[in-house]
């Protein structure tokens, strides 16, 4: 069975440009979350999608926004990126609520 | 007000010796979900286990024990007879009932085994 899949692995942007990052999750998990990890603030939620439609969502921007499709793949979308966006985007994936999370390895985004 | 604490920021031991890692959380909730994660230099975090918070039995699985105690709101990992292969951070993890699969996540504890 497939892992979580989250591309592209590597990402180098410019300050003020936008950018997408993309997550499959396991066969059969209907729930999407993402969570950015930086040496300064740990793992923080983004948001969590389920069955296409925001179940949660962290405190974060509107810059940060996702979707997910009928499929269950879900985007994340950052736009006018900034410095300190620079970090570990990771996707994880639950076959329901208030189960345990699989994890994709990351989207290793640098804004430069 | 951090939700998971895992005080011990990085630990170094020498192999085959055990080792505790501490985790501490706070929530108001009656129904909550505790976890371990270890995250190797690969990035990928790796599920090791969940609790739910009427289940107080303590479980081993090979050299890896977990010790749930609601009364002082713990949740420690154990790792017996330490390997090289053991050397990753791991982050305790906690989601409440109400917000489903908002995992907030401890600090995470380095951990260093030692040949």
């Known amino acids: 069975k497939a892992g979580v899949t989250q591309t592209p692995r590597y990402l180098i942007k410019t300050r003020g440009q936008q950018v997408t990052l993309s997550c499959s999750p396991i066969s059969g998990h209907r729930s999407v979350s993402w969570y950015q990890q930086t040496p300064g603030q740990g793992l923080q939620f983004l948001f969590e999608y389920f069955s296409e439609t925001q179940r949660n969502k962290g405190n974060f921007p509107g810059r940060f926004s996702g979707r997910q499709f009928s499929n269950s793949r879900s985007e994340m979308n950052v736009s006018t990126l900034e410095l300190g966006d620079s970090a570990l985007y990771l996707c994880a994936s639950s076959i329901q609520v208030n189960t345990e999370a699989f994890f994709g390895q990351g989207t290793r985004l640098t804004v430069v | 007000a951090q939700k998971v604490t895992q005080a011990q920021t990085e630990i170094s031991v020498v192999e085959k010796e055990d080792v505790t890692l501490d985790c501490v959380y706070e929530t108001r909730d009656t129904t909550y979900y505790l976890f371990w994660y270890k995250q190797p230099p690969s990035g990928e975090l790796v599920f090791l286990i969940r609790r739910n918070s009427f289940d107080e039995q303590n479980e081993i699985s090979g050299r890896y024990s977990w010790n749930f105690q609601k009364s002082t709101s713990s949740f420690n990992f154990t790792i017996t007879a330490s390997q090289v292969v053991d050397s990753a951070v791991y982050f305790c993890?906690?989601?409440?009932?109400?917000?489903?699969?908002?995992?907030?996540f401890g600090t995470g504890t380095s951990l260093t085994v030692i040949p």
């Open positions: 993890a906690l989601s409440e009932a109400r917000t489903g699969n908002q995992f907030y």
